[in-house]
């Protein structure tokens, strides 16, 4: 079957999608619109922040960790309350969260970026048990973060560089040694965003501009891809009641005239399992 308007809203920039798997909602965000939206059973539902949020992992049923242009917080969706947890780069006028996602192991990597996509002003964290630790520095545009099913490999890309890399991990998450390229798209003209990683730990990537979410085999082979309504398709997200729909945000922001769907949030069925989103150790 063909992918679909999952939600009709307009996002200037859809990213983040998240299947809560206790919930079994999807929330995503619209950095720009400095929003967080969702669906449920009575329909559409958002909240707006002061600044730009982008990513967040699930705490508990009712909790998000969500990050912003200055910090990670604490976000309760049924008080609408939020908790600061931690700065990120709140010092730094320049810079606002990007991609991001929780680990195998409870923690949480994400990635920041130059608001006007300034070169090598982002850097890509973690942050696990009261802990923000940096990563990777010199970043222009984090995007691509998610990790194998069995905890042994995190994947990232810097979008300008058009190559995703494979870093392993301890056994507590950490990176234990250097990253190394599991995919270079410069040949086809392709511009890896976000990404997520089914059961079978296969790796599923939004391609900006292609209009298409495409599949990789561990080995870095393409398998498949899913077309879109929408050019600028900014990152998936695998869910629903059996864990076989794709989800995926887009932008409308830069988005060509001609292209009607631009912003909004699309599913697709496929015949492959996701893995459940890991859940966020405080």
Sequence with gaps: MAARAFDARVC??????????ERKQLFWFDILGKRLLTRDADGP???EFDELVSAAGWVSRDELLIASETKLFLFDLAAGRSTPVAPLEAENAITRSNDG?????????????GKNAESGAGAIYRWRRGELRTLHQDITISNAICFSPDGRFAYFTDTPTAQ?????LDDAGWPAGPAEIFLDLNDEGLHPDGAVIDAEGCLWNAQ??????ARYAPDGRLLSAVTFPAAQISCPALGGDDMKTLYATSAAGGAESDDAEAGRTFSAPVDVLGQPEHRIHL
């Design 12 to 21: 200037a920039l859809g990213e983040g999608p998240l299947w809560h798997p």
């Design 45 to 47: 539902k958002e909240w």
């Design 208 to 213: 900006w501009g292609a209009s298409r979410v």
């Design 101 to 113: 996602r929780a680990d195998p192991y409870g923690g949480f990597w994400i990635g920041t970026m």
């Design 164 to 168: 995703i890399l494979r870093q392993e």
